[in-house]
T-cell receptor, first 114, second 108 residues
Framework: DADVTQTPRNRITKTGKRIMLECSQT?????MYWYRQDPGLGLRLIYY???????NKGEISDGYSVSRQAQAKFSLSLESAIPNQTALYFC?????????????FGPGTRLTVL | GQNIDQPTEMTATEGAIVQINCTYQ??????LFWYQQHAGEAPTFLSY????GLEEKGRFSSFLSRSKGYSYLLLKELQMKDSASYLC?????????FGTGTRLQVFP
């Protein structure tokens, strides 16, 4: 079984809709991250969390919100989706015991906003 | 500001050696990662450098010069499966800052 899972893997939605992307991990890591990836722009950090009570904004948090429901779960929400949020979204984890805090990535969610 | 530069695309021939460069200017530095990412897939960890010098791991090696803000990833004995994007990322205390990635195409 995969250590970091994301649901859904693909999603098409319409402008103005609320959507939630979910991430779960079985690695026992404290740190979790949400990134988006656009062609030519690389991976950009949206939000990150170092434990259940810790939430931090990343480089591009506007238009997004997150919830850390448990150590193993970190959800990303788009309250009112817009077309320029069309991207590939990755969740990642890291924590004590990983080599130099290496981040481990989920398989990604491809989101299309029409 | 934070700035990480990599070439956008590179091509090479199967069996050859290729060097992918990365230069960085960041407010903090705890180390530098290289990740491999095949199209549509998740990035996977390749290497980590925190001290100056060369780290060798099989066909892949990574070099770091902190004084120059420079790193490279060296891929030897290239195989077709090495066609992928290679991401340079700086460990900036609490988080990683990624470059835009270098897309490598390996031709027969």
């Amino acid at each position: 079984d995969a250590d970091v899972t994301q649901t859904p893997r693909n999603r098409i939605t319409k402008t103005g809709k609320r959507i939630m992307l979910e991430c779960s991990q079985t690695k026992g890591h404290d740190r979790m991250y949400w990134y988006r990836q656009d062609p030519g722009l690389g991976l950009r950090l949206i939000y990150y969390s170092f434990d259940v009570k810790d939430i931090n904004k990343g480089e591009i948090s506007d238009g997004y919100s997150v919830s850390r429901q448990a150590q193993a779960k970190f959800s990303l929400s788009l309250e009112s989706a817009i077309p320029n949020q069309t991207a590939l979204y990755f969740c990642a984890t890291s924590g004590p015991g990983t080599r130099e805090d290496t981040q481990y990535f989920g398989p990604g969610t491809r989101l299309t906003v029409l | 500001g934070q700035n990480i530069d990599q070439p956008t695309e590179m091509t090479a021939t199967e069996g050859a050696i290729v060097q992918i460069n990365c230069t960085y200017q960041t407010s903090g530095f705890n180390g530098l990662f290289w990740y491999q990412q095949h199209a549509g897939e998740a990035p996977t960890f390749l290497s980590y450098n925190v001290l100056d010098g060369l780290e060798e791991k099989g066909r892949f090696s990574s070099f770091l010069s902190r004084s120059k803000g420079y790193s490279y990833l060296l891929l030897k004995e290239l195989q077709m499966k090495d066609s992928a994007s290679y991401l340079c990322a700086v460990d900036n205390t609490d988080k990683l800052i990624f470059g835009t990635g270098t897309r490598l195409q390996v031709f027969p």
